[in-house]
């Protein structure tokens, strides 16, 4: 097969037909089950689930194929050039001509306090037949993700430390892997290892999770690959992006949890606490504050957080995140940050104001002594 896993790629495109035929042409004008149509009459239809996903037929021009023939059709390319388009999208590239970075090994390890080593390897829960495609119903299933989570996670690399986004953000890969396209590949599992999504940070940045991937209560730990997390020797960051969490992890070499966005915060420190009721968790908040705006989604999240589990919270003292500081201030200003964290006082209880029966407020005079008899 030249080096093409058809097998594979046939699956996986199959997989993602819903997200590669709404790029390709849009939200649908209808949709029926398992079978989507285009234009004012629906005359293009595209089977989206089953065994026939990716099948598409044009009522009007009396026209039809799979979806790599719609792609050409549609964006006006050669077969190869729609193989290739797919191919990309699906994260398989490396296997049609497009040529993956060079990874370069991480010669420098990080020193401090982290997590024990486990050397447990990916697990992927059993959902039954694997090759069984989603019902028209539940395409994008988070079961269905985490199978492709784990097949895509399988074919990738070592990133390169030349990466165009480890650079901008001046940190290293910290096991953090590539795809053939080049994105980076940051693996979302929980505590017992089970990988369950991935996000995938494009070198210009650009930032896209897995279709169907559940991300709520998962995390990604920085410079191991998933694995059951084990008690860790010290402290235990918790804050929102990789980046963020890869400049914590040089700057302290304590362990450090991404949990991805401010929305997940608190769902991955309650994880966290259930998993280790008395490690010592620290959450690093995002600054969000901004001209004109009284609210700040970034500490206000990271401070619920830390009052529902008793965490210490760390904020840093100007707008932005710690991967800014450590950009612009180096690795010992986010250290300092981390060195501020403190427990949140919990606030004092309120009571309900006192509520007076309508009988005895109308019997009661200024006194206070009863007027009635």
Known sequence: MSGRDWKAFDAEMRARVP??????????TFRAGGEWRWGRKGSLSVVIAGA?????????AGEGGGLVSLVARVRGMSRSGALDW????I??????????YSAKPVTHPVAGNAFKPCHASVAVR??????????????????EATTRAARIWATTH?????????????????????????????????????????????????????????????FCIIGANPAAITEPTGPILICEGWATAASLRLATGYAVIAAM????????????????????????????AKPGRHANPGVEAARKAAL???????????????????????????????GRAAKIATPPPTYPAPFIPAPEATCTGRSGHRLCP
Not at 261 to 269: R, T
Not at 309 to 330: R, T
Request: hydrophobic share 45%; proline share 9%.
């Open 261 to 288: 966005d401010a929305g997940n915060l608190l769902p991955v420190a309650e994880a966290l606490r259930s998993r280790f009721p008395n490690a010592d968790l620290v959450l690093v908040a995002d600054n969000d």
């Open 126 to 143: 059993p959902i039954g037949d694997a090759s069984r495609l989603p019902d028209p119903d539940v395409t994008n299933h988070p079961a």
């Open 308 to 338: 529902a589990v008793d965490a210490h919270l760390a904020v840093p003292a100007i707008p932005g995140d710690v991967n800014d500081v450590f950009c612009a201030e180096g690795a010992e200003a986010v250290a300092a940050i981390v």
């Open 52 to 60: 026939r996903a990716g099948m598409w037929f044009d009522h009007e």
């Open 19 to 28: 997200e590669l035929v709404i790029e390709l042409m849009g939200k649908p």
């Open 86 to 89: 797919t191919a990309d999208r």
């Open 91 to 100: 994260g398989m590239a490396g296997d049609f001509g497009i040529r993956p």
């Open 158 to 218: 070592p990133a390169p430390e030349d990466h165009p986004y480890l650079i901008r953000k001046r940190v290293r890969p910290l096991a953090l892997r590539a795809d053939a396209r080049g994105h980076l590949v940051v693996p979302l599992q929980d505590a017992d290892g089970h990988l369950h999504s991935l996000e995938t940070i494009a070198p210009d940045g650009a930032k896209r999770f897995l279709a169907g991937g559940a991300k709520r209560g998962h």
